[in-house]
Structures are given as structure tokens and as C-alpha cells.
């Protein structure tokens, strides 16, 4: 297990495409990163759930050094697996200031349980090794061990679920300030910034403006306003970016904890 978890490091997951050009989560945390971000496939079209089955959990999982790869999953561990990454994923919403869902949280703990790991102390420094029972149970032990360092040494807080609509998406907020709010400001930034608009001006307008008005005025000064803490992402954004439509906050509903 110790030649597992040594392998388990971030230089691997650097190439992983990020919308907006970012770079992943420093060292490991852009494992947990890439695991919460399985519910978007951004390398292919429609960009689908990557754990569909136990299979493809198995497959994902042992091509991240996390499990062994003849182990054998069921459906029971893809359900206790999602779980946990939604948990996450809930935690990861109120890294960005939004609402924390308990429940999403209650079902990580619940997931989390037998998930265990002994620490050794050594000169460089304390190392979090899977003792657990099953290779699901290793697995998620390693993740846990990941997030757990990334809450002491701080960088978990900058680990941030963009709130677009329909988005989720994981993204590591490497801004000064820690400002950043989404997971690209030409994608989801500029998509709410737009609806906001609108319904501003909806309101102030009454019973709300004919919907061919908005359309007409999507992506107009509404999706420019404000929000200047953000404008560093957007030079960011501006390298690799994919089309809007591509994108995870696209097609993909959030999942439901
Ligand atoms: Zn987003």
C-alpha cells in the first residue's frame, strides 16, 4: 500500500484540461480534484458521467494509482464512491461561499467510514498510509488522506465548486485575493453575470422583459459588469479556452447529493 500511495502524486494529472486555461490543484489535491471532476468528461462530446458503472470506477480509480487494478468493484462501491465525491464536492460549494448541503456532507462521513489510515511519523515529515479492509476502502482512504493535509497545510479553502448552472465543476483558485468564483468567467461568469442582469432588469421593468428581449441582449453589458476581483481569471481564460457549449457547465445538471 506504501508503493501506492507514493505513486499518487499530482505530476501526473498536470496535463488534465481545465477550463479557463488554470492550472490544477497543487501536488496531490489535483488528484481529489480530478476525482470530483469524474462527473464531467471533458474529453469527449457531451462530456458524460466517467463513473457510469463499477467498471469505469475501477478503471479511473487504478489508473490513479488509488487501487489495484485487478479489483474488483460492485455496485455497492459505486454508490458509496459517488457519494463521497459529491460530499466533496458539497464541501468544495462552500470553499465558494455557498450554502454547505449537510446532508452531502452526513453521506461523505457515511461513505468515509472504514476508510482508514495509520500515520507514520517520519523526519520529512508525517505520512498517511491506507489500512483499510477493502480496495475501495484504500482507495478513498487516500483521497481522505489528500483533503485531510490539504485542510492543515491550507491550500484546501482555494479548492472551489463553480455554482454555474448545471456546472460543479472543481477548480483550484490560484488568485492573489482568493477571489476567483468561477470555474471560467467566458463560460459560467459571463452566463450569470447575464442572468443576473436580466433579472435585475426584469424586476425593475415589472412583470420581466418579452424573452426575445433577453435573447436579444444576451452577452451584452450584462455580462461585463462588475466583479473586478475576477478580471485576473479572465486573462487567465483566454488561453485554451473551450467553446461554451463544450463546456461542463453546459449539459451537465448537478448532481443531486
Ligand atoms: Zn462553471
Not at 105 to 115: D, F, H, M, R, T
Amino acid at each position: 500500500m506504501n508503493a501506492t500511495v507514493a505513486r499518487v502524486t499530482g505530476e501526473t494529472l498536470l496535463d488534465a484540461p481545465q477550463p479557463g486555461g488554470r492550472r490544477p490543484a497543487p501536488g496531490r489535491l489535483a488528484l481529489v480534484q480530478a476525482f470530483v471532476n469524474t462527473h464531467y468528461d471533458l474529453a469527449t462530446d457531451g462530456g458524460g458521467e466517467l463513473l457510469g458503472d463499477p467498471k469505469a470506477l475501477g478503471a479511473w480509480m487504478s489508473a490513479h494509482a488509488l487501487i489495484a487494478p485487478d479489483a474488483r468493484l460492485d455496485a455497492q462501491d459505486l454508490e458509496r464512491a459517488l457519494a463521497f465525491r459529491e460530499g466533496l464536492r458539497a464541501l468544495a460549494f462552500s470553499n465558494n461561499d455557498e450554502p454547505l448541503d449537510e446532508a452531502a456532507v452526513e453521506a461523505l462521513a457515511a461513505a468515509s467510514a472504514g476508510a482508514a489510515t495509520e500515520i507514520r511519523i517520519a523526519p520529512e515529515g508525517p505520512r498517511f498510509v491506507p489500512s483499510a479492509e477493502s480496495a475501495l476502502d484504500a482507495g478513498l482512504a487516500a483521497l481522505l488522506a489528500i483533503t485531510a493535509t490539504a485542510m492543515i497545510d491550507g491550500t484546501w479553502p482555494r479548492l472551489k465548486a463553480c455554482p454555474g448552472r448545471h456546472c460543479g465543476w472543481a477548480f483550484y483558485d490560484h488568485s492573489r485575493n482568493q477571489s476567483a468564483r468561477w470555474c471560467s468567467m467566458q463560460i459560467c461568469g459571463d452566463r450569470e453575470k447575464a442572468r443576473s442582469y436580466y433579472r435585475r432588469r426584469s424586476e425593475r421593468l415589472g412583470a420581466g422583459a418579452p424573452v426575445g428581449d433577453r435573447e436579444h441582449e444576451r452577452g451584452d453589458q450584462g455580462a461585463r459588469r462588475g466583479e473586478r476581483e475576477d478580471e485576473g481569471e479572465h486573462r487567465l481564460s483566454l488561453r485554451g479556452e473551450v467553446d461554451a457549449d463544450d463546456h461542463p457547465a453546459a449539459r451537465r445538471p448537478r448532481p443531486s447529493g
